[in-house]
């Protein structure tokens, strides 16, 4: 009853258009009135305690932290040292996609950003040398949503803060993961291109490489700093977030000189307007992960999956085809919100690491990303690129289909996670 009252609330309130944070909200109201018990300061107590989270801290500072580093000159330098070590290959601006996206992973952990960056850099470039459009915009969507499977990674802060479990495991059990995916679409770009017609560039010489090298070092420090330092013990997630702004600002202003101080008001007022469209839906999901739990919405949950229980892996895949079905028409960071309180209880009762689960669900929600019809990053290749849905569509299937083949992996292979955390931890 209390599941049914929750979901048909949400969905219908976001059916009349309402936005995620209020459609949230209004689901907490109706299993208070289901329950007999409304009460508006329970509302308001919960909306101020979702967002007074020192975890939570973290999300603003890597926004911020990304924006720094695209205004700093740090992006471009990242796809020169790519184009250095690859740009020769034929096909080689796929494979500087896969490398970027990966490097850009361990800078920003959003994929949106990552997107938007790469894109605009290097689809230019790739329609110029006769790659197709829509496949170019696939290959960089496929590798942005890498971003938030590689630490630092906004969406595995909001999953810790929401489920309890700690974000310093999740960012180290998401770094195979992560690689898994590159490699996924290493292997398929090369396939792809065989048929790739267009001059070859000429191959760069020692001294350009090292040259690339030299002035992308203080990019590439960013992420062994981030997870060096918080494997280390020596800070948290969020004090890692706050070093990376620290970095990114040192890196700029000082050591590249592209980033000015009249340009910083215009990266703040950015960062503030993303970070709070986040932060209010994260409290707003408070209001209903707490009415969840007093609802008992996860225990109606475990009953409905009670035969499952003693079966962890056909649990994983019902569970993962949800969340699968969940990711076409619910963006990221509120499915995440919504979901994880109530699954959490499940899955644990299951037996199931919850880190491992975590990262799967993580990657499960970035595909949807790049599926229709409310795929962010798909919009954003789309906007960037000036190209259709459907033809982005047609262009990025070969990517979607082998991260959807690393999720079933993962799913049916808990190993490929739990073994690379043990290290890492």
Request: hydrophobic letters at 60%; aromatic letters at 8%.
């Amino acid at each position: 009853m209390a599941l049914g009252v929750f979901l048909g609330s949400l969905f219908g309130a976001l059916a009349l258009g309402v936005p995620i944070a209020f459609a949230l909200i209004v689901s907490g109201i109706a299993l208070m009135v289901m329950m007999g018990s409304f009460d508006s300061q329970i509302i308001a107590q919960n909306l101020i305690n979702g967002a007074n989270n020192f975890a939570l801290m973290a999300i603003p500072f890597f926004i911020l932290a990304g924006e720094l580093m695209n205004a700093g000159g740090i992006s471009k330098r990242v796809v020169s040292f790519a184009m250095s070590l690859v740009g020769h290959i034929r096909g080689g601006l796929g494979y500087v996609a896969i490398i970027a996206g990966v490097l850009f992973a361990g800078l920003s952990g959003s994929a949106v950003a990552d997107t938007a960056a790469l894109g605009a850099i290097l689809i230019p470039m790739m329609v110029s040398r006769g790659y197709d459009k829509g496949r170019s915009t696939g290959i960089i969507a496929a590798a942005g949503i890498i971003a938030p499977v590689i630490p630092p990674s906004i969406p595995m802060i909001i999953f810790g803060v929401v489920s309890g479990v700690s974000i310093t495991k999740l960012f180290m059990g998401g770094i195979v993961p992560g690689i898994l995916m590159a490699v996924g679409l290493l292997v398929v770009w090369s396939f792809i291109a065989r048929n790739d017609t267009s001059e070859l560039p000429k191959r760069k010489t020692l001294k350009e490489v090292w040259q690339a090298t030299k002035q992308t070092s203080w990019a590439l420090m960013l992420p062994v700093i981030i997870i060096g330092g918080i494997r280390g013990g020596i800070f948290t997630p969020t004090e890692a977030s706050v070093v990376a702004v620290f970095y990114a600002l040192f890196v700029g202003i000082v050591i590249y000189r592209e980033l000015k101080i009249g340009q910083l008001h215009e990266v703040l007022v950015t960062s503030a307007k993303t970070t709070s469209v986040v932060m209010f839906v994260a409290a707003a999901a408070m209001v209903s992960a707490w009415l969840i739990t007093v609802a008992q919405v996860p225990r109606d949950m475990a009953n409905m999956l009670g035969p499952l229980i003693d079966q962890p892996t056909m649990l994983m895949l019902l569970i993962t085809l949800l969340i699968l079905a969940i990711g076409l028409v619910m963006d990221l960071t509120p499915a995440i919100l919504i979901f994880t309180p109530v699954l959490i209880p499940v899955v644990e009762m299951a037996g199931i690491d919850p880190v491992y689960f975590g990262i799967v669900m993580i990657i499960n929600l970035c595909i949807g990303l790049i599926t229709p019809p409310v795929g962010t990053v798909l919009y954003v290749g789309c906007g960037i690129s000036k190209i259709g849905i459907l033809e982005l569509t047609r262009g990025i299937w070969p990517f979607l289909l082998v991260h959807i083949i690393i999720l079933v992996l993962l799913v049916l292979f808990p190993v490929l996670v739990t073994v690379p955390l043990g290290w890492f931890t």
